[in-house]
């Protein structure tokens, strides 16, 4: 077990990644957002190429840099049985989340999403026996609050909260910490790569049962800007972002990560400051500034 200053530097880089995975995903929000204002897809079409493109990558990526450990998954029953399960895991957390944001609205979606860091604190709590920590108690109710000033502005009214919105929403969030749970033994025995690669991969397999990729690719028009998105997409919002959220995960505690992870939402306003024009209200800079203050508490109280 790691001490002292190693302890230190694993959790300052698993921080570090997690900042860089939340970045990420923000910049996604924005061009998943410019591609559906654009009519370019529909949100299982997105979902569905996004994870075959990616999981190609990935895999090409993996081959590239670690062959050896690309293929010890086709070596061992219990690690392809496991990073399958991982891949369906993938599409299920894109599945339910999109369906809560369908009957809901993507504030409601995020705020549901805060929620991961507790349901993760339950788990372990439960299952692992891992106690809960008041900082980390306090640190949710700053994160979650921030998310929802930031989502909302302030004015509550612009969540809906419907069955279907509820069901889903809490469904998104138990799938995204079983993610995020689920492969981290997998991933001490074959490395984040091999494990993200062919998750997914596989994800994107499963993707497939929905939507024809092949359809939706000839029926897109794929103009600059949608490539441009698109591009991102897969890139940075997938396979940069993926990668480092694991690798974090197995540097840190789950908890911790998820409750940096909340930084989302606030990279995602601000580049849509940046890129969209839009603007930042007086309560949002408020959310901005609890969600900040959570990243800085959690990291500072490792130190």
């Known amino acids: 077990m790691l001490s002292g200053a190693p302890m230190q530097s694993a959790f300052l880089l698993g921080s570090a990644l997690s900042i860089v995975a939340s970045l990420c995903w923000g910049g996604l929000a924005v061009a998943v957002q410019h591609l559906f204002q654009t009519g370019a897809f529909e949100p299982l079409e997105l979902s569905c190429l996004r994870l075959i493109a990616s999981g190609v990558g990935f895999v090409l990526i993996g081959y590239a840099i670690r062959a050896k450990n690309m293929n010890s998954i086709f070596r061992s029953w219990r690690d392809f049985r496991e990073i399958a399960v991982s891949g369906v895991l993938v599409y299920l957390a894109h599945l339910t989340f999109f369906l809560a944001v369908y009957y809901s609205n993507a ?19 439960l299952a692992e026996k891992t106690p809960f920590r008041l900082l980390e108690v306090f640190c949710f109710v700053l ?10 502005d302030g004015d509550f009214t612009t969540l809906k909260f419907s069955p279907y919105s509820i069901f889903w929403g809490i469904a998104a969030a138990f799938v995204a910490v079983a993610y995020a749970l689920y492969p981290r033994k997998t ?9 993200v690669s062919w998750s997914i991969f596989f994800g994107g397999i499963a993707s497939m049962a929905l939507v024809n990729p092949v359809a939706v690719a000839r029926a ?16 940075f919002g ?9 690798k974090s995960l197995s540097l840190i505690s789950p908890v911790a990560v998820g409750l940096i992870v909340c930084l989302e939402p606030t990279s995602a ?11 930042l ?10 969600v900040l ?4 508490i959690i990291t500072l109280a490792r130190r």
């Open 281 to 290: 209200g007086a309560v949002q800079f408020a959310g901005v500034a609890m």
């Open 187 to 195: 991933m001490m025995r074959l490395g984040v790569t091999a494990v």
């Open 220 to 235: 897109v028009q794929w103009s600059g800007s949608v490539v441009f998105d698109f591009t991102y997409i897969v890139l």
């Open 238 to 246: 997938t396979i940069v972002a993926f990668w480092c959220y694991l």
């Open 107 to 125: 504030g409601t979606g995020a705020i549901f999403l805060s929620f991961t860091p507790l349901i993760t604190a339950a788990w372990l709590a």
């Open 293 to 296: 203050s959570n990243v800085v």
């Open 143 to 152: 994160a979650a609050g921030g998310v929802a000033l930031i989502v909302t």
């Open 269 to 279: 306003f601000f580049f849509s400051i940046l890129i969209l024009g839009e603007t």
